[in-house]
């Protein structure tokens, strides 16, 4: 057994079944190990954004990392954009980076890079194996570091020699880091900021936004009066009827403010403490009032369902105190595509058990009002900001989820730089429905660009905001992908659409013409 073959045997073991992988000649020796090991799926990506994002979207859904394979410091570099978001959303990820055989390094050929100073940014846990007898135990603690709480982004990287030079065997995986308690001093603290009602905030991410913490914050809310929010992006949000619905603090800081300025006690269950997504002229960075008091109830990694109950239980908030809340009554909407009518179509067409992973940006900023009234479904959102997230983890979440359909809402400029993960899916035959809304523009930056106080922009500016000349041909781009794909230019015609890709397993692409 080499030393590709104890950390293959490894990483099996140790529940990292699933490896996204962009191989170059570095990492043979792992790619030859998977034809002599049963239990690892592996996932090839035509680039290695859509295996980083893949890596991401898988563990939010398994809720245990996967795997990746990147060849040497420039393959890493590739996958660093969505290992940012990966992070910010604290998604569990194990990388195996090859590295040249390590007499190979001193001789300066065209690969060679600092491949840890690279890995130290967006990794937690880095570490280059030393020898072919180390591998596997680097491996497992890669695995414990991937697998704690809160999970980490581990890259272990695998010089060429100790990959084909001969190892003893697999490692046990170390025991990895488990949720903290609750705490009774944050929950008494907790309970008497939100005794103050109407003018607290209970404001949620992580594992309070799942169907059993939404319910707990529902009857918290009823209880107290408090008002209930999610953060403006969240990695997972359990939705749709029969779910307690919540609003999240919106993007736009003119609109925030005025949300969040008459909330005296705020309480963070994982949440972090709102601050303003960019800084602009003028305008603050913290977005609540500045004398508001900050209570945080649990941290990234404790266990925010167990506080949540134990806060209810401290305010005496029952299952019978959650207030019935008013839903949207939806209906398919008819004439021409508008943010309404698009919001609308989407919310009839959700199947249940639906995953949705919105990088819809501008198109999306009116998507929850509809959709909560939809079928149950879990909402996926960009933590990171680093466009070009949903489409790859869409094909993370539907490799760990097969029986459930995946919605993929991206505007245009975000999917070119992960259109590959098409060719994935399709290969995969991964039943992802993207949506792609085509408004020709970065739309996002020219809102941006008055934002930031930069004036009207003139020919040039405009040219850096748009997409068109060429105009981008989705169907085609889809169809050279292998997926097949229609454009559609009416709300009549877009309800079809995703009436015809529910109907269906597999990819499709609709192309929605804005």
Known sequence: MNGAESLVRTLVAGGVDVCFANPGTSEMHFVAALDRVEGMRCVLGLFEGVVTGAADGYFRMAERPAATLLHLGPGLANGLANLHNAKKANSGIVNIVGQHASYHIAYNAPLTSDIEGLARPMCSWVRTSADAASVAADGAAAIAAASGQPPQIAALILPADTAWNEAEGLAEVPAARQRAGVSAAAVDDAARALRNGAASLLLLTGAALSEPGLALAGRIAGKTGCKVMGQTYNPRMARGRGR???????????????????????????????????????????????????????????????????????????????????RMELARPTGALTYPSIAMAIACAIPENAIVVDESITTGRGFFPPTAAAAPHDWLQNMGGSIGFSPPVSTGAAVAC?????????????????????????????????????????????????????????????????????????????????????????????????????AQNGPRLIEVVM
């Open 244 to 326: 307690f619905a919540i609003e999240r603090i919106p993007y736009v800081i003119e609109q925030a403010l005025p949300i969040l300025k008459d909330f005296r006690d705020l309480v963070l269950v994982e949440a972090a403490d709102p601050v303003g997504f960019f800084a602009y002229p003028d305008k603050p960075s913290r977005l609540r009032a500045e004398d508001a008091a900050v209570h945080r109830l649990t941290a990234i990694g404790d266990n925010s369902v167990a506080a949540l109950e134990a806060l209810a239980d401290a305010l005496g908030a029952r299952a019978s105190d959650a207030k019935p809340q008013a």
């Open 402 to 502: 097969p029986d459930r359909k995946v919605i993929c809402m991206v505007g245009d400029g975000s999917a070119m730089y992960t259109l590959q993960s098409l060719w994935t899916q399709a290969r995969e035959n991964l039943d992802v429905t993207t949506i792609i809304f085509a408004n020709r523009n970065y739309q996002i930056l020219r809102g941006e660009f008055a934002g930031v106080g930069a004036g009207e922009p003139g020919r040039r500016a405009v040219d850096m905001l748009s997409i068109d000349r060429p105009t981008l041909d989705w169907v085609s781009l889809a169809k050279g992908m292998g997926v097949a794909g229609r454009s559609v230019t009416s709300a009549e015609a877009f309800s079809a659409a995703l009436d015809e890709a529910n």
